[in-house]
Antibody, heavy 122, light 112 residues
Framework: EVQLVQSGAEVKKPGESLKISCKGS????????IAWVRQMPGKGLEWMGILYPGDSDTRYSPSFQGQVTISADKSISTAYLQWASLKASDTAMYYCARAPTSVSNPSYMDVWGKGTTVTVSS | DIVMTQSPDSLAVSLGERATINCKSS????????????LAWYQQKPGQPPKLLIYWASTRESGVPDRFSGSGSGTDFTLTISSLQAEDVAVYYC?????????FGPGTKVDI
């Protein structure tokens, strides 16, 4: 079964760092892109960025560039989303999702993780 | 960046009736190289992650009931639920994947 398993809920204080994970299984991790999507409480979906584990090609939304870092360790089929210094406004649900390649670029997101809730509060 | 808009914001449909959701992109998402529209539709039920329904604007994902269909090309797209069922109550999002960033529409809430 193809699945993405995300790390558990986090409660952090402003200014702290954080790294959440997304482990792929049941498919070739290095031949599909992994995207990260934010959903703030009661709001819609925001595409943050995407990474190709095969060669670490990474693309960020301008809204999130410099605010987060997307990475992966293909030896353990795991992608990461990290913050160096959290803000209260980072409080949200974060989803990872798999995206097939089309004409050497990422495409639609066909498999989603269940999400990681991040709460940032003093 | 390509901006995605959806209409209506919400709609209420009787069981068994048709629901139609519109999505518009600020520029064409039709890729001439392969003549595909880089547009997907997702369904999100409360407390659940999004689920892919439609990709390439009109290709139904495996396992998705055939009452869901997608149409359109270029900048204007439609998701149709031909006969609404109780389990279709959800928020529906369109998203382009033509060029980074792959933005979502604001969502359309469908109720009974």
């Amino acid at each position: 079964e193809v699945q993405l398993v995300q790390s558990g809920a986090e409660v952090k204080k402003p200014g702290e760092s954080l790294k959440i994970s997304c482990k792929g299984s049941g498919y070739s991790f290095t031949t599909y892109w992994i995207a990260w999507v934010r959903q703030m409480p009661g709001k819609g979906l925001e595409w943050m960025g995407i990474l190709y584990p095969g060669d670490s090609d990474t693309r960020y939304s301008p809204s999130f560039q410099g605010q987060v870092t997307i990475s992966a360790d293909k030896s353990i089929s795991t992608a990461y989303l990290q913050w160096a210094s959290l803000k209260a406004s980072d409080t949200a649900m974060y989803y990872c999702a798999r995206a097939p390649t089309s004409v050497s670029n990422p495409s639609y997101m066909d498999v989603w993780g269940k999400g990681t809730t991040v709460t940032v509060s003093s | 960046d390509i901006v995605m808009t959806q209409s209506p914001d919400s709609l209420a449909v009787s069981l068994g009736e048709r629901a139609t959701i519109n999505c518009k992109s600020s520029q064409s998402v039709l890729y001439r190289t392969n003549n595909e529209n880089y547009l997907a539709w997702y369904q999100q039920k409360p407390g659940q992650p999004p689920k892919l329904l439609i990709y390439w604007a009109s290709t139904r994902e495996s396992g998705v009931p055939d009452r869901f269909s997608g149409s359109g090309s270029g900048t204007d797209f439609t998701l149709t639920i031909s006969s609404l069922q109780a389990e279709d109550v959800a928020v529906y999002y369109c998203q382009h994947y033509y060029s980074s960033p792959f933005t979502f529409g604001p969502g359309t809430k469908v109720d009974i």
